[in-house]
């Protein structure tokens, strides 16, 4: 069984995933019981802050089907 999710990608993340549009995002469909923690082949330290359906994610959060994912680069600064 699996799951559907509504991916959108932020910063320089989308030069990961080919072909990715940043004005639509992207569909995928996951296995169920999926955490935001869960490698997803992109290496850790890309990845700052994660969102779920408006809300800030935690690691061990399990990702509900149809989910509107967005993912955001670390933020830099001094």
């Not at 639509?24 to 802050?49: D, E, K, Q, Y």
Request: with cysteine; charged share 20%; aromatic share 8%.
């Amino acid at each position: 069984m699996t799951i559907q999710l509504f991916i959108k990608l932020y910063g320089t993340l989308d030069k990961w995933v080919p072909g990715y549009n940043p004005e639509t995002g992207c569909v995928v469909h996951m296995p169920t019981r999926l955490t935001v923690a869960r490698p997803s082949g992109r290496p850790p330290r890309s990845v700052g802050i994660v969102s779920v359906n408006g809300l800030a994610a935690k690691k061990a959060d399990v990702l509900p089907d149809r989910a509107l994912v967005k993912v955001f680069h670390p933020i830099f600064g001094g």
